[in-house]
């Protein structure tokens, strides 16, 4: 990769940017998760591309569509740009191989804990994945980081504990709030 490539931030949305809930889809349901501004203004900051890696099975279910995925991507990138962050990229896979309806019922490269959606990123925005990071709360984004050669996989979790962990899939680290997650990934 050239050298003028940057790192990015790479986040998974739902239980790493928005409380997990079932499937959510409609900006009443969404709520931030505290220090998600304060982590990206400072990745902002450091010069990293800030992207969002999400799969969205609801879509392939059918509990709502990518109208409304849209939307509420846009409603949430403004939220974003209002607390002084630009959100350089979405990107989501609505398939599913088992649970997918119709057109949605498939295998994809895009799907964590495939790396589709990282390749991708790299390649319409030139990053570094070596000096990149990933933070995400399931060991399917661990793996798609690890995969793509991100440089930093961090599992956001309720301890700060990866013990429990496949070697294979371990993460760099455990850290259970963001403000961590800030202080790993710069360090005063």
């Not at 986040?11 to 009443?28: A, H, M, Q, S, T």
């Not at 793996?143 to 760099?172: C, E, M, R, T």
């Given at each position: 990769?050239?050298?003028?490539s ?35 203004r ?5 010069g ?11 879509i392939?279910?059918g ?9 509420l991507?846009?409603w ?10 630009k ?14 309806i119709?057109?949605?019922k498939?295998?994809s490269?895009?799907?964590?804990p ?18 990149s ?10 793996a ?6 991100v ?7 309720k ?13 760099d680290?455990c850290?259970s ?12």
């Amino acid at each position: 990769m050239a050298s003028n490539s940057c790192p990015a931030l790479f986040l998974d949305r739902d239980g790493v940017i928005n409380i997990e809930k079932n499937y959510v889809f409609r900006p009443k349901d969404f709520e931030f998760i505290e220090g998600i501004f304060d982590l990206c203004r400072k990745a902002n900051a450091a010069g990293m591309a800030i992207v969002v890696v999400t799969n969205q099975a609801g879509i392939g279910r059918g509990y709502y569509s990518e109208k409304e995925f849209n939307y509420l991507s846009d409603w949430m990138c403004a939220k974003f740009l209002s607390n002084g962050v630009k959100i350089d990229a979405v990107y989501f896979c609505p398939f599913h191989p088992d649970h997918g309806i119709g057109r949605y019922k498939m295998e994809s490269f895009d799907r964590k804990p495939s790396p589709g959606m990282i390749f991708r990123a790299e390649k319409d925005l030139g990053l570094d994945l070596a000096r990149s990071a990933l933070v995400g709360d399931s060991l399917s984004d661990i793996a798609a980081a690890k995969a793509a050669g991100v440089g930093h996989s961090i599992y956001f979790s309720k301890s700060d504990d990866s013990a429990d962990l496949a070697p294979d899939l371990a993460p760099d680290i455990c850290l259970s709030s963001l403000p961590k997650v800030i202080d790993y990934l710069f360090p005063v």
